[in-house]
């Protein structure tokens, strides 16, 4: 259904307007629910967000809040977009098609499958709305357009479901659609096949199970670890490259490695000049260990994930601390190091927590001060006062 200009109009007036308190009003049109007009002001308010793009395009049908929820973001979608290239293109699983247009849009030919006939038929008008031309739509599920069709695709994108029957699923063999099961058809339909999966994934589990896995990224943005990505390809590789990635407004970071060589061993040393936090996406990726050793700094502890040195790392991959002094913990000693009792708390291998710490000695949180308290490999516990590098 395609909103008359006036509706559009009222829309946009509105919304900014609690959509929640709007639906309790009567609809001034006498032909649109007010239930479809408080789902367009929630569009547009979750999409400045998420999908800035399309405030562009005010005809743009926003569907339920659940697909809303479930699409990539802007900014995750167009890093994938850089990942792949060729000239046919299919999603898998295209719910409210944010992925299939921004990935799908430099490919000459596109093909989205979504089986929910509704979401299908909303995306297929916003997919006109867009000009995005090329893409020819599938209503069906992922299942059935393999069994059905008989085409060849340079790439393959698919992000199945994380949550069966109300349920969290993480293991590799749980998701809908199984894409273990799959793995045959999939590499029948096509070339490249690239597959989001949850960022709490067991990465292991998928290169032991899905086999020829070439590559793997590790996406968060600002530090919050969003999804994991693994390309197929039918050749072997006895190991995928690994990439731990974060978007930031201003750059994007990545650092990558070899799968199997990943775990390095790396020295141990007490507290030096400056404390070094890898980032989210190294954590998840297990290549904080690799990142450190190849810029020259040491562990604190296998436990503590934090690093050390007398020279500034400008090129490392996470935040960067100066260590103004070491104390123990207790509140004459906070007083004296911080006098105004405030600080941000981070705790690595210690018996508490930032929270337990900031009420037992009554610390208020933030600050441009930094209190990190950890465990060396020597058993010390360690409380270091620290200013922000980088």
């Known amino acids: 259904m395609k909103l008359p200009q006036e509706v559009i109009d009222y829309i946009q007036i509105n919304e900014y307007a609690d959509p929640y308190a709007l639906a309790l009003k009567k609809s001034p049109f006498s032909d649109v629910d007010m ?64 992925d299939t247009y921004l990935l799908g849009k430099n490919f000459q030919s596109c093909m989205y499958v979504e089986p929910n006939t509704d979401l299908h038929s909303t995306t297929k008008m916003n997919f006109a709305e867009l000009g995005f031309d090329q893409c020819d739509t599938f209503n069906g599920t992922c299942e059935a357009y393999l069994d059905w069709n008989s085409k060849k695709y340079d790439w393959a994108y698919i992000d199945p479901s994380r949550r069966i029957d109300g349920t969290r699923k993480t293991s590799i063999a749980n998701y809908e659609p199984n894409i273990v099961s799959l793995k045959q058809k999939l590499n029948e ?29 590790v996406i968060s943005v600002k530090n919050d670890v969003k999804e994991l990505l693994l390309h197929l390809k039918n050749e072997y590789r006895s190991s995928p490259l690994i990439s731990a990635v974060d978007l930031c407004d201003r750059e994007e970071l990545e650092f990558s490695h070899w799968f199997n060589e990943r775990i390095c061993e790396i020295d141990f040393s007490t507290p030096k000049k400056y404390l070094y936090q890898p980032a989210a996406a190294l954590i998840k990726s297990q290549l904080q260990d690799r990142h450190a050793e190849q810029l020259g700094l040491e562990k604190l502890h296998s436990n503590t994930q934090l690093f050390t040195s007398d020279k500034y790392a400008d090129k490392y991959f996470g935040k960067v601390f100066l260590i103004k002094e070491n104390i123990k913990l207790n509140k004459k000693n906070l007083k004296k190091a911080l006098p105004q009792m405030k600080a941000n708390i981070v705790t690595k291998n210690f018996p508490l927590n930032p929270t337990q710490i900031a009420q037992r000695y009554k610390l208020k949180e933030g600050g441009k001060e930094f209190l990190i308290a950890y465990t060396d490999f020597e058993g010390n516990k360690w409380i270091s006062i620290c200013n922000r590098v980088n």
């Open 35 to 98: 239930k479809v007009i408080t789902r367009q002001i929630m569009g547009r308010k979750i999409a400045r967000v998420k999908f800035p793009f399309l405030l562009e395009t005010p005809q743009y049908l926003y569907p339920k809040k659940e697909s809303l929820e479930q699409a990539s973001s802007e900014q995750t979608a167009q890093f994938k977009s850089k990942l792949i290239e060729g000239k046919s293109f299919i999603d898998l699983t295209g719910g409210m098609g944010i």
């Open 189 to 217: 339909v096509a070339d490249n096949i690239l597959i989001k999966l949850s960022p709490m994934q067991d990465i292991s589990e998928c290169v032991n199970v899905l086999e020829n896995v070439h590559q793997i990224w």
